[in-house]
């Protein structure tokens, strides 16, 4: 809000020792709720959504413009590899408030503020794959991959299985 002050065209004003801002009242509240915690934002396709975007580009609040971003059009996809605070997961779905991953067998949300890149398995990486034997995924290293084909080496006496990429995830 202290960038918004700076850089635009009288943002404010002091009126009987208040700061009056004249913005969109209906949008505003938008912006109260979000910075006293509320994670409620309009629906998505709503008028209210891209004033409420406008503001949020006003007032430089960095954080809501990238969850209402994430909300109108998610950079990711279900099954894609993303890269979190040097952790690798698998998308499972994509929610309003950013993403439901998993890493072995075990699922995470990460809020969409987070910073998110995309990666993919690489030789090393640990790794959920399908066993075909046991008929289930099972956890293991990526041993080498040959086009959309990876040898996984399981876990205890499983042994190695050449696997089909997409049946191999974090």
């Known amino acids: 809000m202290l960038s918004a002050m700076i850089q635009h065209d009288n943002p404010g004003r002091l009126v009987e020792g208040a700061y009056f ?19 409620a934002l309009p629906p998505k396709s709503s008028v209210e959504m891209v004033l409420l975007k406008e503001e949020a580009e006003y007032f430089a609040i960095e954080n809501l413009l990238v969850r209402i971003q994430h909300i ?3 950079s990711f996809c279900k099954g894609d590899g993303i890269l979190v605070r040097g952790s690798k997961f698998a998308i499972v ?6 993403y439901v991953v ?9 809020d969409a ?4 890149e995309p990666t993919r398995v690489g030789v090393g990486d640990v790794v959920m794959a ?12 990526c041993m080498a991959i040959q086009g959309r084909v ?16 997409s049946g191999v995830r974090f």
Not at 27 to 37: D, E, Q
Not at 113 to 116: F, I, K, L, Q
Not at 150 to 163: A, K, Y
Request: glycine letters at 8%.
């Open 102 to 110: 998993t890493r072995l067998g075990k699922n995470f949300r990460i």
């Open 130 to 141: 399908w066993h075909r034997p046991s008929n289930k995924r099972v956890p293991g290293i």
């Open 72 to 74: 109108m059009c998610p």
């Open 93 to 98: 779905s994509v929610e309003e408030t950013g």
């Open 150 to 165: 990876m040898t996984v080496e399981f876990n205890g006496d499983l042994g190695q299985e050449r696997c089909n990429e």
């Open 21 to 39: 801002i004249d913005r969109d009242p209906v949008a505003f509240r938008w912006i109260l709720n979000y910075l006293r915690g509320s994670k």
């Open 113 to 116: 503020s987070e910073n998110v």
